[in-house]
């Protein structure tokens, strides 16, 4: 059956990829040139009004609550601070003061959240709200704010064209405002939507619908607060269907080589991180893939056979996934960091009988695998990363926290991998916050960078800000390294249209590092992957690859104008490479 579908997936996507071609070459007879088309200002602009729609309900805000009156409130600040009905707000009040321990300086006081209210009008300099949630008695002189860091939100597509949705999902998490919810569910139904959202732990609920027509689309955006289902946004903007057709022939529709794929499979759910590990001794390997709080470990064959599924508590975002074998039983264990509400926790997980275990559990503190080791760093919200990165032992049973790495100024747990030249040398091969890969040698000096950044990376934080009227910049969660053979394999991604990543990516490529103690030597190992790589993984003579969107056509969606794209898996061999 999978060949038989395979071979239904190559003929639809020749016929689908001949007609966009003969499409596209009209599109250039037609305006008398044949050079590249980019897509016209005034397209963009049709999803930047959307996404500044949606921006301007979340504005980082802060005022005082002026009187009460019931469930009705009264407050101190308008139209001059970009207040708009419909918006939200935290209440709080400000409980005892808390100070430095070293300088003994003041750093703030403790805020005590009192509920929430609904702005319903605004003048030029006060507006009033109701009382969504909380008792009128502890609104008084409460001081309300919409804070700064992400909004969690959960995108839901309908049926827009995927390109085109896809576009505008890359511009929403390139605005650094939003905490992304992917969600597979196919319905209509807005109360199975936000269901769908409250589960999933996300504030606001974004609604794409699309209505075609022969020249243009009609794209409509509708939002919603989880909370009680409410309404508070709709937005219509219209697309010329020439930019959606240029976005379907840019946007990495030609996957992978043939012949170079030994397996592939279409997830069917969002994922954003992969590895691969022994996880029962078997010495056959499991790929390990994460979505949201889930764990999922699967057999991969003709078919991916789910094995083992458990959930990590309070997970809202896994940041890094690894698997090393610490207590030398043969069974490698799963290392997991993850994000919730600002917070990181790094948990590690063992197969013990049928089911999976927690058994080890630290706070504000990153981990991954080094060699067939731990390291750890620390986690401030004020900074990211926070400290030396350090190794983390175990024995007796225990896991303690062990001596510090030796690593050039700058470099974060997630940003490096040890080389070594073939005469003996090291040095450590590390990403900077641009998406350069630098050469440092034993002495911590930089020896060598990279020609052009590698397409940036799409996990981005905000450092946390005493004030909102203050940016800090933010951190990254890097591209994961790997070294094979002396040789540090690095994923590069292309924009869709030259330098504008916010519109996603056409493909990509794995390149391939290796230093002779002078020069730094580069190839590629792995060309021509559609789509965007999220993260990928080397097991012996094979390389397993998670990919968003790539080549994966499922012909009835096709038929009936659904999404035919999805996460995929990709298998590829480096035998030879």
């Known amino acids: 059956m999978r060949e038989l579908f395979n071979k239904k997936r190559?003929?639809?996507?020749?016929?689908?990829?001949?007609?966009?071609?003969?499409?596209?070459?009209?599109?250039?007879?037609?305006?008398?040139?044949?050079?590249?088309?980019?897509?016209?200002?005034?397209h963009e602009a049709s999803l930047n009004a959307l996404k500044n729609e949606l921006l301007s309900y979340f504005e980082p805000v802060t005022g005082k609550i002026a009187s009460v009156d019931g469930n009705s409130v009264k407050i101190d600040f308008g139209t001059q601070k970009s207040i708009k009905t419909g918006m939200r707000l935290n209440a709080i009040k400000e409980g005892v003061s808390f100070i430095h321990p070293v300088t003994k300086e003041p750093l703030g006081r403790i805020e005590i959240p009192v509920g929430n209210i609904e702005i319903t009008s605004v003048a030029a300099t006060d507006s009033s709200g109701i009382i969504t949630k909380g008792r009128p008695e502890d609104f008084l002189n409460a001081k309300i704010k919409i804070p700064g860091t992400k909004i969690k939100l959960l995108f839901?597509?309908?049926?827009?064209?995927?390109?085109?949705?896809?576009?505008?999902?890359?511009?929403?998490?390139?605005?650094?405002?939003?905490?992304?919810?992917?969600?597979?569910?196919?319905?209509?139904?807005?109360?199975?939507?936000?269901?769908?959202?409250?589960?999933?732990?996300?504030?606001?609920?974004?609604?794409l619908q699309s209505e075609d027509f022969t020249d243009h689309i009609n794209l409509i955006q509708k939002i919603f607060w989880v909370s009680d289902s409410r309404q508070f946004s709709e937005k219509k903007v219209l697309v010329n269907i020439t930019y959606v057709k240029e976005l379907r022939f840019k946007s990495g529709f030609f996957g992978p080589k043939e012949g170079e794929v030994l397996l592939s499979f279409q997830l069917p759910f969002g994922s954003r991180h992969l590895t691969v590990g022994d996880l029962d001794s078997d010495e056959n390997p499991d790929i390990i893939l994460s979505s949201g709080n889930d764990i999922r470990i699967y057999r991969p064959g003709v078919d991916l056979k789910l094995l083992w599924e458990f959930k990590v508590p309070s997970t809202g975002e896994v940041l890094w996934l690894d698997t090393v074998d610490t207590n030398k039983n043969k069974k490698?264990?799963?290392?997991?960091?993850?994000?919730?509400?600002?917070?990181?926790?790094?948990?590690?997980?063992?197969?013990?009988?049928?089911?999976?275990i927690q058994i080890y559990k630290l706070k504000d503190t990153f981990i991954r695998r080094l060699g067939n080791g731990v390291i750890g760093q620390?986690?401030?919200?004020?900074?990211?990363?926070?400290?030396?990165?350090?190794?983390?032992?175990?024995?007796?049973?225990?896991?303690?926290?062990?001596?510090?790495?030796?690593?050039?100024?700058?470099?974060?747990?997630?940003?490096?991998?040890?080389?070594?030249?073939?005469d003996g040398k090291q040095a450590i091969l590390s990403w900077d916050d641009s998406g350069y890969l630098n050469l440092y040698n034993e002495k911590g000096v930089r020896i060598w960078i990279s020609r052009e950044d590698f397409g940036g990376f799409s996990a981005k934080f905000k450092r946390e800000s005493p004030t909102v009227m203050v940016e800090r910049g933010t951190w990254?969660?890097?591209?994961?390294?790997?070294?094979?053979?002396?040789?540090?394999?690095?994923?590069?991604?292309?924009?869709?249209?030259?330098?504008?990543?916010?519109?996603?990516?056409?493909?990509?490529?794995?390149?391939?590092?290796?230093?002779?103690?002078?020069?730094?030597?580069?190839?590629?190992?792995?060309?021509?992957?559609?789509?965007?790589?999220?993260?990928?993984?080397i097991v012996g003579d094979r390389i397993v690859v998670l990919s968003k969107p790539l080549f994966g056509i499922r012909a009835s969606n096709i038929l009936k104008g659904e999404n035919p794209f999805g996460t995929m898996l990709y298998i590829f061999s480096l035998k030879g490479r």
């Not at 030396?388 to 690593?407: M, P, Q, R, S, W």
């Open 378 to 422: 620390e986690y401030s919200k004020r900074d990211g990363y926070d400290g030396n990165v350090f190794h983390i032992t175990y024995a007796d049973g225990a896991y303690k926290k062990g001596e510090n790495l030796k690593l050039p100024e700058g470099v974060n747990i997630y940003d490096f991998q040890p080389v070594n030249s073939s």
């Open 332 to 356: 490698d264990e799963i290392l997991i960091t993850s994000m919730r509400d600002g917070e990181v926790t790094s948990y590690i997980y063992e197969l013990k009988d049928s089911g999976f």
């Open 476 to 537: 990254s969660v890097k591209d994961r390294l790997f070294v094979k053979s002396n040789e540090v394999l690095a994923p590069k991604r292309k924009p869709l249209f030259g330098m504008a990543k916010g519109l996603g990516y056409k493909s990509s490529e794995i390149r391939s590092f290796w230093w002779d103690g002078v020069t730094v030597e580069e190839r590629g190992m792995l060309e021509e992957i559609g789509g965007e790589i999220l993260d990928y993984a």
């Open 10 to 42: 190559h003929w639809s996507a020749g016929v689908i990829t001949f007609l966009l071609l003969t499409a596209y070459c009209l599109l250039l007879t037609a305006s008398g040139h044949a050079q590249t088309m980019e897509p016209k200002a005034g």
């Open 156 to 207: 839901f597509q309908g049926n827009v064209d995927w390109f085109l949705g896809d576009s505008y999902y890359q511009m929403l998490k390139d605005s650094g405002r939003f905490e992304l919810i992917d969600t597979g569910i196919e319905t209509d139904d807005i109360s199975k939507i936000t269901s769908e959202a409250k589960a999933k732990g996300a504030e606001a609920v974004l609604v």
